[in-house]
């Protein structure tokens, strides 16, 4: 039997904005609901974070979810299980008000909510789930992990050591027992996919943020007989960077449409002709993204007036270059140079979220 996992779906997500509301109907309509039925896959097991706001959801992203997804379960024959990620609960220290409960309240005949640890068996296959651990349940759900007989363990965990989003990694982990008891351990909560071991965060099946942009995203399947997770990827995103550097290509013929309908950042690694990089910022500006933005530092900015400062954008670039010319590397210097600078410049337009 087949078993389709999704997690950090985030049902309103930004704001309820109409863009990442489409995104996820197109994932749910063109991606994830067409291979279930391919598949003859008929149960769901969702880790976590069914909606994005603890507190209050937008009806118009209640009302489109219901149209992509529940009502489709429900004409479908699907049943999902699923337990409460942090998102899914307004209150930090207990689960006891969560949106799953009520949001999710018409669709009981074919949505089951675990609000507690307990093992449920797909083909007589074990499976542990841990809803989102706070203060209250905490002490219940290292004991239900501790002693829990099933060879895979679900939940929705923060792990200390693994990636938030790509590069980041958590620091700050909670204790939640003895996980190396089992076969395997899956985990919605962090967005960025990554495995230690048996344990093994699924990543989000959405682009949601700028640190998204580039980090693939699946959904999984596991065969219960295998016991594997076989990835599947949605193919659709929303986050585009272009590394502008025009040392190593002309951007005359750019096909700037590829870019329609996306949120665009444009990265300068290298602007050796301002008038070629003005004409392709314009032909950009003339196509309908959702957000272009432009991150360049400003080195013709930092001049004789500023020379005393003892750190300076010049300095920085300049230190990168001495650093690699350093370097004691058979590697082709000015690609590293190049590579520092893209890095460089990303790194002074990161977003925090
Ligand atoms: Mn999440």
Same mark, same amino acid.
């Given at each position: 039997?087949? @078993? ?13 904005? *109409?863009?990442?509301?489409? #995104? ?24 976590? *974070?069914? #909606? ?56 009981? *005949? ?11 068996? #797909? ?61 395997? @351990? ?91 990089? *003005? ?7 003339? @196509? ?55 890095? #460089? ?9």
């Amino acid at each position: 039997m087949k @078993v389709a996992i999704i997690n950090d779906t985030h049902c309103g997500a930004r704001n309820s904005s *109409d863009i990442f509301m489409e #995104y996820q109907g197109r994932f749910f309509e063109e991606i994830f609901l067409p291979y279930l039925k391919e598949h003859n896959i008929t149960r769901i097991l969702h880790l976590g *974070d069914y #909606y994005d706001h603890r507190r209050f959801i937008n009806f118009k992203a209640l009302n489109h979810n219901r149209k992509v997804f529940l009502d489709k379960l429900r004409s479908h024959h699907i049943h999902m299980d699923i337990f409460p990620g942090n998102h899914d609960v307004f209150y930090k220290n207990t689960n006891e008000l969560c949106s799953l409960k009520e949001l999710l309240g018409y669709y009981t *005949d074919c949505i089951t909510i675990h609000m507690d640890p307990e093992v449920i068996t #797909y083909d007589g296959l074990n499976i542990g789930l841990v809803p989102w651990i706070n203060s209250t349940n905490y002490a219940r759900c290292v004991e239900f992990i501790n002693k829990c007989k099933a060879p895979i363990l679900a939940g929705h965990f923060e792990l200390e050591g693994f990636e938030m989003s790509r590069g980041i990694v958590n620091t700050h982990g909670q204790d939640v027992g003895n996980l190396d008891r089992f076969e395997a @351990v899956i985990s919605g909560h962090f967005h960025t996919k990554s495995s230690q071991g048996n344990i093994h965060y699924l990543g989000s099946q959405f682009e949601m943020f700028w640190n998204d942009c580039g980090d693939p995203k699946y959904f999984h399947i596991l065969d219960t007989e295998t016991r594997e997770f076989e990835p599947i990827l949605n193919p659709l995103t929303l986050y585009d960077k272009i590394m502008y550097n025009d040392t190593n290509q002309s951007y005359d013929n750019y096909d700037v449409f590829q870019h329609e309908n996306r949120f665009v950042k444009v990265i300068v690694v290298e602007k050796t002709d301002m008038y070629s990089f *003005d004409r392709f910022i314009d032909r950009l500006q003339d @196509v309908k993204t959702h957000e272009l933005k432009i991150a360049e530092n400003f080195d013709e900015f930092v001049g004789s007036n500023v020379e005393d400062e003892s750190v300076s954008l010049e300095d920085t670039t300049e230190m990168l270059d001495s650093y690699v010319d350093a370097t004691d590397t058979e590697l082709d210097k000015d690609r590293l140079k190049g590579v520092m600078r893209e890095l #460089y410049v990303e790194a002074q337009n990161l977003e925090i979220v």
